[in-house]
């Protein structure tokens, strides 16, 4: 499986973007989907998460309200809808994906991974 993720850019706080993460395999349906980020010094954390048919979803609390994730399993593609962006929010934001389970929450449950794309929010 290889994924591939867009949409990170420079925004203001208090804007939004859309992140989205296309995957190259047929079978996008079977894998649970998760967001990641990445701040400079810090460790990967979770950000949120959703079930292989879109209907369970969870986030991290400090990013609850104000993000939503959403997949399209038509079009092989996860979404992550950012509203409200706060400075803190910087990082850059992988996309995940596995077969194992479903809902996770730890990095090193997911065994596919995209590059990252960088979200840069100035104050």
């Known amino acids: 499986v290889q994924l591939v993720e867009s949409g990170g850019g420079l925004v203001q706080a208090g804007g939004s973007l859309r992140l989205s993460c296309t995957s190259s395999g047929r079978t996008f349906s079977r894998y649970s989907m998760g967001w990641f980020r990445q701040a400079p010094g810090k460790e990967r954390e979770f950000v949120a998460a959703i079930s292989r048919r879109g209907d369970s979803t969870d986030y991290a609390d400090s990013v609850k309200g104000r993000f939503t994730i959403s997949r399209d399993n038509a079009k092989n593609t996860e979404y992550l809808q950012m509203n409200s962006l706060k400075p803190e929010d910087t990082a850059v934001y992988y996309c995940?994906?596995?077969?194992?389970?479903?809902?996770?929450?730890?990095?090193?449950?997911?065994?596919?991974w995209g590059q990252g794309t960088l979200v840069t929010v100035s104050s």
């Open positions: 995940a994906a596995d077969y194992r389970g479903q809902l996770l929450h730890q990095a090193e449950e997911y065994a596919y």
